[in-house]
């Protein structure tokens, strides 16, 4: 795809966003899309065949921005244990942000979170990767005692997105929040030091 074209479908994506956002997935048509993004409905349909495709390839635009924030975190120089708190905590807000800049949208990740499983499955194979590279980290700088890092990375990734709509939703915020810095929280011990040494 050219620079040209990638721009063009990145444009779609946004405003598709924003519509979906302001008024909602089922309320948005091809047509307001193709208004809104001032480009006809041909150019629509040249990139997406339907309003499934879009929404797909919205929330697909939303993981990346979270992917870049995981990345961020997995590749700074610290050691196992405060990376894995910070990508806990950058995890779920980020998911948190993501949710509450999409306004109507947000209903829709409440109420179709089958579709946006279906459309997450290859990101969760990426952060699946990245908590098995902090915990084998860890288990070379003997912070971590873990027989099977990527069985451990499975039931963390798991733990994390049981967490996300609790989270966002503000009920489990104060239980997962450290005090004063402090990891001694319930959540976090629960979470994370079960696997410490």
Same mark, same amino acid.
């Given at each position: 795809?050219?620079?040209?074209?990638?721009?063009?479908?990145? %444009?779609?994506?946004?405003?598709?966003?924003?519509?979906?956002?302001?008024?909602?997935?089922?309320? &948005? &048509?091809?047509?307001?899309?193709?208004?809104?993004?001032?480009?006809?409905? %041909?150019?629509?349909?040249?990139?997406?065949?339907?309003?499934?495709e879009?929404?797909?390839?919205?929330?697909e635009?939303?993981?990346?921005? /979270?992917?870049?924030?995981?990345?961020?975190?997995?590749?700074k120089d610290?050691?196992?244990?405060?990376k894995? /708190?910070?990508?806990?905590? &950058?995890?779920?807000?980020?998911?948190?942000?993501?949710?509450?800049?999409?306004? =109507?949208?947000?209903?829709?990740?409440?109420?179709d979170i089958? %579709?946006?499983?279906?459309?997450?499955?290859s990101?969760d194979?990426?952060?699946?990767?990245?908590?098995?590279?902090?915990?084998?980290?860890?288990i070379?700088?003997?912070?971590?005692?873990?027989?099977? *890092?990527?069985?451990m990375?499975?039931? /963390?990734?798991?733990?994390?997105?049981?967490?996300?709509? *609790?989270?966002?939703?503000?009920?489990v915020?104060?239980?997962? =929040? *450290? !005090?004063?810095?402090?990891?001694?929280?319930s959540? !976090?011990?629960?979470?994370f030091?079960?696997?410490?040494?």
């Amino acid at each position: 795809m050219s620079v040209a074209m990638a721009k063009t479908r990145d %444009r779609l994506i946004e405003v598709a966003r924003q519509l979906f956002a302001r008024i909602g997935v089922e309320n &948005t &048509t091809m047509n307001d899309i193709a208004m809104a993004s001032e480009k006809g409905r %041909r150019t629509l349909y040249t990139y997406f065949n339907n309003k499934a495709e879009i929404y797909n390839a919205v929330i697909e635009s939303e993981l990346n921005i /979270l992917y870049r924030s995981l990345e961020n975190v997995a590749c700074k120089d610290l050691p196992a244990d405060e990376k894995l /708190l910070e990508f806990i905590f &950058t995890r779920l807000e980020s998911i948190k942000d993501v949710v509450f800049r999409n306004g =109507t949208l947000r209903a829709d990740f409440f109420r179709d979170i089958w %579709r946006v499983e279906n459309v997450r499955k290859s990101f969760d194979l990426k952060e699946i990767a990245f908590i098995q590279k902090i915990l084998e980290e860890g288990i070379k700088q003997d912070i971590f005692e873990i027989a099977n *890092p990527r069985s451990m990375a499975v039931v /963390l990734h798991h733990a994390f997105k049981g967490l996300e709509v *609790p989270y966002i939703r503000g009920i489990v915020r104060g239980g997962l =929040t *450290p !005090v004063n810095g402090s990891q001694n929280d319930s959540m !976090v011990n629960l979470l994370f030091n079960g696997i410490k040494k």
